[in-house]
Protein backbone atom coordinates (compact mmCIF):
# COMPACT_ATOMS: atom_id res chain seq x y z
CA UNK A 1 0.00 0.00 0.00
CA UNK A 2 1.32 3.86 -0.19
CA UNK A 3 1.35 3.90 3.65
CA UNK A 4 3.68 1.23 3.94
CA UNK A 5 5.53 2.40 0.52
CA UNK A 6 6.21 5.82 2.89
CA UNK A 7 6.81 4.01 5.75
CA UNK A 8 10.04 2.46 4.10
CA UNK A 9 10.99 5.89 2.23
CA UNK A 10 14.27 7.38 3.29
CA UNK A 11 14.20 11.44 4.28
CA UNK A 12 17.17 13.24 3.60
CA UNK A 13 17.10 17.39 3.94
CA UNK A 14 19.48 19.11 1.63
CA UNK A 15 20.60 22.85 2.14
CA UNK A 16 21.28 24.67 -0.99
CA UNK A 17 22.29 28.01 -1.09
CA UNK A 18 22.15 30.80 -3.94
CA UNK A 19 24.13 33.33 -3.98
CA UNK A 20 25.27 36.58 -6.41
CA UNK A 21 25.03 40.30 -7.06
CA UNK A 22 22.08 41.91 -6.27
CA UNK A 23 19.12 42.02 -9.14
CA UNK A 24 20.44 38.90 -11.08
CA UNK A 25 17.26 36.99 -10.14
CA UNK A 26 18.07 34.63 -7.20
CA UNK A 27 14.84 35.30 -5.15
CA UNK A 28 13.23 35.01 -8.51
CA UNK A 29 14.83 31.12 -9.25
CA UNK A 30 13.77 30.22 -5.99
CA UNK A 31 10.42 31.35 -6.71
CA UNK A 32 9.71 29.84 -9.92
CA UNK A 33 11.53 25.91 -8.66
CA UNK A 34 9.61 26.60 -5.21
CA UNK A 35 6.37 28.05 -5.57
CA UNK A 36 6.11 27.70 -9.83
CA UNK A 37 5.43 31.77 -9.60
CA UNK A 38 8.00 34.35 -11.17
CA UNK A 39 6.86 38.78 -10.56
CA UNK A 40 8.71 41.49 -12.35
CA UNK A 41 8.68 43.45 -9.65
CA UNK A 42 12.05 43.83 -7.35
CA UNK A 43 11.87 43.29 -3.63
CA UNK A 44 15.44 43.21 -2.59
CA UNK A 45 16.41 40.97 0.03
CA UNK A 46 17.69 41.13 3.28
CA UNK A 47 19.60 39.27 4.93
CA UNK A 48 18.81 35.24 3.90
CA UNK A 49 15.13 33.77 3.15
CA UNK A 50 15.02 30.16 2.53
CA UNK A 51 11.87 27.82 0.72
CA UNK A 52 11.69 24.52 0.53
CA UNK A 53 10.92 21.94 -2.16
CA UNK A 54 10.22 18.42 -1.82
CA UNK A 55 11.55 15.84 -4.33
CA UNK A 56 10.29 12.36 -4.74
CA UNK A 57 13.28 11.45 -5.80
CA UNK A 58 12.69 7.42 -6.39
CA UNK A 59 10.82 4.48 -4.78
CA UNK A 60 13.29 4.41 -1.53
CA UNK A 61 14.16 8.27 -1.04
CA UNK A 62 12.40 11.78 -0.58
CA UNK A 63 14.50 14.98 -0.68
CA UNK A 64 13.62 17.77 1.09
CA UNK A 65 15.76 20.73 -0.76
CA UNK A 66 15.99 23.92 1.43
CA UNK A 67 16.82 26.46 -1.01
CA UNK A 68 18.13 29.52 1.13
CA UNK A 69 17.82 32.93 -0.43
CA UNK A 70 21.71 35.18 0.30
CA UNK A 71 20.90 39.04 -0.37
CA UNK A 72 23.18 39.89 -2.63
CA UNK A 73 23.62 43.42 -2.14
CA UNK A 74 27.08 43.92 -0.85
CA UNK A 75 26.41 45.90 1.93
CA UNK A 76 24.77 42.53 3.81
CA UNK A 77 28.82 41.05 3.07
CA UNK A 78 29.89 40.71 6.10
CA UNK A 79 27.12 39.16 8.03
CA UNK A 80 26.37 36.32 5.74
CA UNK A 81 29.08 33.61 6.83
CA UNK A 82 25.96 31.93 9.46
CA UNK A 83 23.82 31.40 6.52
CA UNK A 84 26.73 28.95 4.59
CA UNK A 85 26.44 26.62 7.53
CA UNK A 86 25.69 23.13 6.60
CA UNK A 87 25.20 23.43 2.71
CA UNK A 88 25.80 20.68 0.48
CA UNK A 89 25.68 22.24 -2.34
CA UNK A 90 25.33 26.30 -3.90
CA UNK A 91 24.41 27.67 -7.39
CA UNK A 92 26.23 31.04 -8.28
CA UNK A 93 23.79 33.79 -10.18
CA UNK A 94 24.71 36.31 -12.67
CA UNK A 95 22.69 38.11 -15.48
CA UNK A 96 23.19 37.98 -18.48
CA UNK A 97 22.03 41.43 -19.22
CA UNK A 98 24.84 43.09 -17.01
CA UNK A 99 28.35 41.57 -17.98
CA UNK A 100 29.80 43.22 -14.39
CA UNK A 101 27.81 40.37 -12.02
CA UNK A 102 29.87 37.39 -14.18
CA UNK A 103 33.03 39.16 -13.21
CA UNK A 104 31.53 38.99 -9.76
CA UNK A 105 30.95 35.18 -10.13
CA UNK A 106 34.70 34.48 -8.98
CA UNK A 107 34.18 37.29 -5.87
CA UNK A 108 31.34 34.73 -5.51
CA UNK A 109 33.25 31.53 -5.77
CA UNK A 110 36.66 32.49 -3.74
CA UNK A 111 33.99 33.71 -0.67
CA UNK A 112 32.09 30.07 -1.13
CA UNK A 113 35.05 28.32 -0.66
CA UNK A 114 36.45 30.36 2.11
CA UNK A 115 33.26 29.97 4.34
CA UNK A 116 31.82 26.53 3.22
CA UNK A 117 33.96 23.81 3.25
CA UNK A 118 32.57 19.78 2.99
CA UNK A 119 33.81 17.52 6.37
CA UNK A 120 36.13 14.36 4.57
CA UNK A 121 37.53 16.69 2.02
CA UNK A 122 34.62 16.09 -0.10
CA UNK A 123 34.56 18.62 -3.16
CA UNK A 124 31.25 21.39 -3.03
CA UNK A 125 28.57 20.72 -5.81
CA UNK A 126 28.42 23.81 -7.05
CA UNK A 127 27.26 25.60 -10.84
CA UNK A 128 26.73 28.61 -12.27
CA UNK A 129 23.17 30.24 -13.44
CA UNK A 130 22.99 32.48 -16.52
CA UNK A 131 20.29 34.02 -15.39
CA UNK A 132 17.29 36.61 -17.49
CA UNK A 133 18.98 34.57 -20.50
CA UNK A 134 14.22 35.35 -22.06
CA UNK A 135 16.45 38.84 -22.73
CA UNK A 136 17.07 39.45 -26.18
CA UNK A 137 19.79 41.73 -25.04
CA UNK A 138 21.61 39.16 -23.60
CA UNK A 139 25.41 37.89 -24.24
CA UNK A 140 26.83 34.80 -23.25
CA UNK A 141 30.76 35.65 -21.51
CA UNK A 142 32.98 33.80 -24.13
CA UNK A 143 35.07 32.38 -21.12
CA UNK A 144 32.77 30.51 -18.92
CA UNK A 145 33.72 27.36 -20.17
CA UNK A 146 37.11 27.60 -19.56
CA UNK A 147 36.09 29.28 -16.40
CA UNK A 148 34.15 26.53 -14.92
CA UNK A 149 36.35 23.47 -16.18
CA UNK A 150 39.49 25.40 -13.98
CA UNK A 151 36.95 26.29 -11.04
CA UNK A 152 35.87 23.22 -10.45
CA UNK A 153 32.45 24.17 -11.51
CA UNK A 154 29.73 21.13 -11.99
CA UNK A 155 27.73 23.01 -14.73
CA UNK A 156 26.61 25.91 -16.24
CA UNK A 157 22.89 26.96 -17.43
CA UNK A 158 21.36 29.70 -19.08
CA UNK A 159 17.95 30.07 -17.30
CA UNK A 160 15.18 32.73 -17.01
CA UNK A 161 13.11 32.50 -14.03
CA UNK A 162 10.70 34.46 -16.00
CA UNK A 163 9.99 31.88 -18.62
CA UNK A 164 10.75 28.76 -16.89
CA UNK A 165 13.99 27.43 -18.77
CA UNK A 166 16.40 25.17 -17.22
CA UNK A 167 15.47 26.01 -13.72
CA UNK A 168 14.47 22.45 -12.69
CA UNK A 169 17.21 20.77 -14.54
CA UNK A 170 19.86 22.81 -12.99
CA UNK A 171 18.77 22.13 -9.55
CA UNK A 172 18.33 18.10 -9.85
CA UNK A 173 21.81 18.22 -11.26
CA UNK A 174 22.97 20.05 -8.45
CA UNK A 175 21.40 17.54 -6.18
CA UNK A 176 22.25 14.91 -7.78
CA UNK A 177 26.01 15.88 -7.13
CA UNK A 178 24.67 16.68 -3.45
CA UNK A 179 22.77 12.77 -3.63
CA UNK A 180 26.47 11.47 -4.63
CA UNK A 181 28.38 13.02 -1.68
CA UNK A 182 26.12 12.38 0.69
P1 LIG B 1 18.74 40.65 -4.28
O1 LIG B 1 17.66 40.13 -3.39
O2 LIG B 1 18.87 42.13 -4.22
O3 LIG B 1 20.05 39.99 -4.04
O4 LIG B 1 18.30 40.32 -5.84
P2 LIG B 1 17.89 38.92 -6.48
O5 LIG B 1 19.10 38.27 -7.04
O6 LIG B 1 17.09 38.13 -5.52
O7 LIG B 1 16.99 39.35 -7.73
P3 LIG B 1 15.40 39.20 -7.92
O8 LIG B 1 15.02 37.76 -8.02
O9 LIG B 1 14.71 40.01 -6.90
O10 LIG B 1 15.21 39.82 -9.38
C1 LIG B 1 15.60 41.15 -9.70
C2 LIG B 1 14.78 41.65 -10.86
O11 LIG B 1 15.07 40.87 -12.03
C3 LIG B 1 13.27 41.54 -10.65
O12 LIG B 1 12.64 42.66 -11.23
C4 LIG B 1 12.90 40.27 -11.40
O13 LIG B 1 11.57 40.28 -11.86
C5 LIG B 1 13.88 40.30 -12.57
N1 LIG B 1 14.19 38.94 -13.06
C6 LIG B 1 14.61 37.88 -12.33
N2 LIG B 1 14.79 36.80 -13.09
C7 LIG B 1 14.48 37.18 -14.36
C8 LIG B 1 14.47 36.49 -15.62
O14 LIG B 1 14.79 35.31 -15.76
N3 LIG B 1 14.13 37.24 -16.71
C9 LIG B 1 13.77 38.55 -16.62
N4 LIG B 1 13.44 39.17 -17.74
N5 LIG B 1 13.77 39.23 -15.45
C10 LIG B 1 14.11 38.55 -14.34
MG1 LIG C 1 16.53 38.48 -3.58
Redesign the pocket.
Known amino acids: TIRENNLHKEELNFKIIVI ?10 I ?1 RFTEGQ ?8 IGADFAVKTLEWDENTRINLHVW ?1 I ?3 ERFGSLLSVFYRHAVAAAI ?1 FDLTRPETFESVDKWLIDLRRKLQLPGGKSLPIIILA ?5 TVSTVPKNIDDYCKNNDILAWYI ?5 DINIDEAMIKLTRAALANY
Open positions: GDFGVGKTSIGFSSHYKITDAGHVNKGDVTSAKN
